[in-house]
């Protein structure tokens, strides 16, 4: 049987495709402290639970395409507290922030059309943009350098007459860099010049440290037409499983086209989009203990890298994601050696080998994304093992 | 700002576009019978809602992609009563049906390659081929022939070097058609002949009147390799809601494959997905009286139907819709009429224009599909008042 170049072409997810390996681990008694996925450890708001349980219709139906009235205009709430203008016309549910990036590339993407992101990249967009039949254009960067890529000239470099869009997580996975409003304002003004859209996924939005001031590619009214946000309730409240996503645009002709992708898969799960209404509800100051969990989560980690020799990594500023350079010849073979062979008395540790978060040839292959999302207890311990196992690893070569 | 061809080329639902005339003529007072959408009023078993509430974790984590292992299990548990053998690794579980075609078709088809589907079609699926870059080729099928595509001739002779795979519902999802087993032998004979996938979307396996057999593609082991099995807890169980469908086949290429679109989008919810176990793990007398309810509810619809004068249509053999040609000029603006300017007192009456159901140039235009999943009265009052609109809508012009 035949199958697409498309999918031919994809991988399966370097964030999960050692599941199977880690759960062997655990079989065989090990423990393994899971930092190769951005699932928090933090309690899901009990608003949530409420909602749900408190569901009470006779027949499961089917949701509006759009999404569900209630949690429409809680998301529409939701943007008002931060001062962006969008109404129910300008909102779209998902399924979870990936269903929104796949839509988006659908809906913009030509065959061979291209799409710009830093690199490196969350690396599931590029598996989006290449479904849609389109291809990644990297801006390369370093953590000697910051991971900067808003930078005019970095930028326009790697335009050309098939870029259709400029896609940007802020704050950044896999690197938890956080854009300057100066910054952001740099990129609208390509974006405009160019003719781009900015697809701004910021669904780590609460998630700045160090006292950075929160921003949003929303509030620049000036590119309103080209501006589109997706968010998500995964990380914002700890419900990844919950699913909704959403995307918010001011351009009526995309949300036009969207919706009818959104037709032909029906709706987003009612009940779930009750306790996502929920959530959209609950108070801002809800996320004060929660950056400040994040925050000392990401200080604790970061000393306990300090402690690796040879690794290279840049300080996050936001979400909760770390990319490092490790001292091994190979992420992949190192991460099976950790799973297979190796323990700290009876623990072991698994990552994201960050290969296929670059796509300029040569380069990734010792990187690996770390997310900071167990208690500062387990991070210490997980990244502990890392170094001893680094140790091991190379000195049985 | 540019869009991508094929999301212009794509429509609105027309199942789904006229909701907001309906909701308008609600808004106005009016009751509105929705035959236009496959939305059952069938209580969704208690089990369901007892394992949603039961569901007792701090933290709504991310599920595996390829499934809740409870689920699979179930799913597993299901098949077997059914005498097929599909275990947990020929299984995917997927957000509703669709996201399951909107896969299978981003898996197997490059730009201008052919999918063969009896029309008139379920519409959404020209979206998901379309969206994967490939074409629906139908093969033409009336009333007065009884919708018949199992017919050796009428497939070759679409069949071309471009055709990947042949796509049936069963029973069939506009017209009601339902396949004998001989039927079936010859469609996957021919697939075996031709090197094609056979796409069996079986969603209403359950729903057969007048005695006739159950039958499922995936008890014909010769072509194991060809065969992929669409399903779906939306109709099933009348949980439309809980967007849980799934895929199976023994081709393990095509689940590796599909594994890693599943693995972008990282899972389905969670909640629903343990919800949608209890569902599967129903005993299967449930269907007993679910059964005869949908067979009454077709006997009073068509029954209904036969006094329209001028009406063409084939009566359903299973599922839950009847397809059928009214006398006027066009379904859509009769549509409008009934949703605008028409009452019986106080009521009307939706349905889905299925001009969108049919791909051969000027067919198509007075079709409609009823779905009979409102109760007998409501199917009855609702008929009427399609008859007594096109009285008043043919004498008004």
Excluded: W
Aim: charged share 25%; net charge negative; aromatic share 10%.
């Amino acid at each position: 049987m035949n199958f697409s170049h498309k999918v031919q072409a994809m991988e399966l997810s370097p964030i999960r495709k050692f599941v199977p390996y880690a759960d062997a681990a655990r079989a065989a008694g090990k423990k393994v402290y899971g930092l190769n996925i951005g699932q928090p450890d933090i309690k899901t708001p009990e608003a949530f639970f409420q909602a749900v349980r408190g569901f009470d219709e006779d027949v499961l139906a089917y949701a509006n395409s759009q999404g569900v009235a209630e949690l429409l205009d809680a998301l529409a709430g939701y943007y008002k507290r931060l001062g962006l203008d969008f109404e129910r016309k300008d909102l779209l549910i998902t399924n979870g922030g990936s269903e929104a990036i796949n839509m988006l590339m659908t809906a913009i993407l030509n065959e061979g059309d291209e799409v710009i992101m830093a690199e490196p990249f969350y690396t599931n967009y590029k598996t989006f943009v290449g479904q849609a039949g389109g291809k990644v254009v990297a801006i390369p960067t370093t953590a000697e350098d910051g991971y900067q890529y808003a930078v005019k000239e970095k930028i326009e470099k790697v335009i050309s007459d098939r870029t259709r869009a400029i896609c940007i997580i802020n704050p950044g996975n896999p690197t938890g860099k956080v854009l300057t409003r100066d910054e952001m304002k740099l990129i609208v003004d390509i974006a405009l010049a160019h003719d781009l859209f900015i697809i701004a996924d910021e669904v780590y939005r609460e998630f700045v440290y160090d006292g950075k001031e929160m921003t949003t590619f929303g509030s620049f009214k000036e590119a309103a037409q080209n501006i589109v946000i997706v968010d998500s309730v995964s990380k914002r409240f700890s419900a990844c499983g919950a699913r909704v996503g959403s995307i918010a645009s001011k351009n009526e002709e995309l949300m036009l086209h969207l919706l009818k992708l959104a037709q032909a898969r029906l709706c987003c799960p009612t009940i779930d989009q009750i306790g996502a209404a929920a959530l959209y509800r609950l108070d801002p100051s809800y996320f004060n203990d929660i950056k400040k969990e994040y925050e000392h989560r990401r200080n604790v980690s970061v000393e306990a890298l300090n402690e690796i020799e040879g690794i290279k990594y840049g300080v996050p500023e936001g979400a909760f994601y770390i990319t490092c350079q490790l001292p091994v010849d190979d992420a992949e073979k190192f991460l099976m050696f950790l799973l297979t062979e190796f323990d700290v008395d009876g623990r072991t540790c698994m990552f994201a080998p960050a290969g296929g978060f670059f796509s300029t040839p040569g380069v990734g292959k010792a990187d690996i994304r770390i997310a900071y999302v167990l208690n500062a207890e387990d991070m210490r311990a997980g990244i502990n093992i890392i170094k001893e196992g680094i140790k091991a690893y190379n000195s049985r070569k």
